[in-house]
């Protein structure tokens, strides 16, 4: 049976999920989910993986236009290495560059107002962020060109 992928664009308040189709080609937003205790994100992020059929995670990294990482590409590492220990699937982490510039652009283009583009920016900024995974080939090297992860504090 083929999984699905699912992209996430993490934030401190909300996370910006998306999914692919079994065969790898589409993405399509899925939900926001907003960040409680780390307790109830496991139990809802490990029902999302059952419930969606996941069988990977595409982690949205943060980079400097220069392509350095900083603080916020250091919490999504972290948040990347909590999530594979709570779900035991393996993450690849993407460049998110301009995805949340390019979700805004794309929901004002569809008319939809402040309160509307806010509910649905983050979830569209995971598919941007997938579709260009798929885009790609679907490499298991990520876009940062490194594939340590760093260890999550307890």
Known sequence: MKTRLLGVDPGRVRVGLAVSDPERRFAFPLETCTRRTPEQD?????????REEIGGL???????????????????RQFGAWLKGVTGLEVVFWDERFTTVQ??????????THKRRRERRD????????????DAGCPTRDSSGSLEEPSVPG
């Open 123 to 134: 979830r569209v900024a995971a598919q941007i962020l997938l579709q260009s995974y798929l």
């Open 42 to 50: 496991a139990l809802y992020f490990r029902a999302l993986v059952e």
């Open 103 to 112: 979700a805004e652009a794309a929901l004002w283009a569809a008319g939809l």
């Open 58 to 76: 595409v982690i949205g990294l943060p980079l400097h236009l220069d392509g350095r990482e900083g603080e916020k590409a250091v919490e999504a």
